[in-house]
């Protein structure tokens, strides 16, 4: 079954107010997660590591501000899109690695498709 | 620096037929390679790994992959493809203690 959750898998926002996505590891305390984009039929750009009491290391050209990423416990980072534009609209989708195997495989979240109107 | 190459973006087989996927991969260290399977509007799935040991590496659904340092290539091969593997497959690096790295992704495309 699904290590890592994520919510919602869909979510239709109007211009201007924001979105916060949640990612949760459901079985394993997980220090780092990271959060990619994917726009349609492309693959995963990394925005961001989230790390677990301390800020998040963000990807070049990724904006800190527009993309707040809060990782407040062991088990769960959420990404929040700020005053969000047409152009933010994307899939997102978290990952993160058990214990000890950062090296290994990521388990990944069954992300979200965002879509601002 | 690390990147991945996959140099088809769509593959269309018949059923039942064999199909290869390429990757190639570049990186300044020894790395950790992975094939990843998408379904429409889904997370990505592990389907099979290469860490160290064996250099050919398979999965339970009868895809398989050669890891090849002398080509830098790390192939995902299956001999007979159904309908349901219609899907996008990603090629990922991880050299080290860096990031996972993605390839563009190759869709494919099984038809009856």
């Known amino acids: 079954g699904a290590v890592v959750s994520q919510h919602p898998s869909r979510v239709i926002c109007k211009s201007g107010t924001s979105v916060k996505i949640e990612c949760r590891s459901l079985d394993f305390q997980a220090t780092t997660m990271f959060w990619y984009r994917q726009f349609p039929k492309q693959s995963l750009m990394l925005m961001a590591t989230?790390?677990?009491?301390?800020?998040?290391?963000?990807e070049q050209g990724v904006e800190k501000d527009k993309f707040l990423i809060n990782h407040a416990s062991l088990t769960l980072s959420t990404l929040t899109v700020t005053s969000a534009h047409p152009e933010d609209s994307s899939f997102y989708i978290c990952?993160?690695?058990?214990?000890?195997?950062?090296?290994?495989?990521?388990?990944f979240g069954q992300g979200t498709r965002l879509t601002v109107v | 620096a690390q990147s991945v190459t996959q140099l088809d973006s769509q593959v269309p087989v018949f059923e039942e037929a064999p199909v290869e996927l390429r990757c190639n991969y570049s990186?300044?260290?020894?790395?950790?390679l992975f094939w990843y399977v998408q379904y429409p509007n889904q997370g990505l799935q592990l389907l099979l790994k290469y860490l160290s040991g064996s250099t050919l590496v398979k999965s339970i659904n009868g895809f398989e992959a050669e890891f090849n340092k002398s080509q830098t290539s790390f192939h995902l091969r299956k001999p007979s493809v159904h309908i349901s593997d219609t899907a996008e497959y990603f090629c990922a690096v991880r050299g080290g203690y860096s990031t996972l790295t993605f390839g563009k992704g190759t869709m494919l495309l099984v038809s009856p």
């Open positions: 990952s993160a690695h058990r214990p000890g195997q950062v090296n290994t495989e990521a388990f």
């Open positions: 989230s790390n677990e009491g301390s800020k998040a290391t963000y």
């Open positions: 990186s300044s260290v020894s790395v950790y």
